[in-house]
Nanobody, 123 residues
Framework: QVQLVESGGGLVQAGGSLRLSCASS????????MGWFRQAPGKEREFVAA????????YYADSVKGRFTISRDNAENTVYLQMNSLKPEDTAVYYC????????????????WGQGTQVTVSS
């Protein structure tokens, strides 16, 4: 069982930045892919970004490409999501997840989830 705890959410004006963190405990962090998803009110949870175990491969949703950056620190068992040029449509609860198997961009590939952190972008 992997425990994931997100932090770093908050309220920010459009054009601003936030950095989300996700601390992992449990099984070996450095051997697993990690992902970020988000869910806005009334919408399905959607893929945002993912990173391979060593950090050599990263994946982004088209809607955040060029604005968000995913990274990880395996020594600290933490994955990050740097969010720049935020837009009101980025408002959502952001979830960190640990990948088990399957495509990085698919929700069902992930087996462990954090509790989420709220990001609100005002216009």
């Amino acid at each position: 069982q992997v425990q994931l705890v997100e932090s770093g959410g908050g309220l920010v004006q459009a054009g601003g930045s936030l950095r989300l963190s996700c601390a992992s405990s449990g099984r070996s962090f450095s051997t697993g892919g990690m992902g970020w998803f988000r869910q806005a009110p009334g919408k399905e949870r959607e893929f945002v970004a993912a990173i391979s175990p060593g950090g050599g491969s990263v994946y982004y949703a088209d809607s955040v490409k060029g604005r968000f950056t995913i990274s990880r620190d395996n020594a600290e068992n933490t994955v990050y999501l740097q969010m720049n040029s935020l837009k009101p449509e980025d408002t959502a609860v952001y979830y960190c997840a640990a990948r088990r198997y399957g495509p990085y961009t698919i929700r069902s590939s992930y087996g462990d989830w954090g509790q989420g952190t709220q990001v609100t972008v005002s216009s």
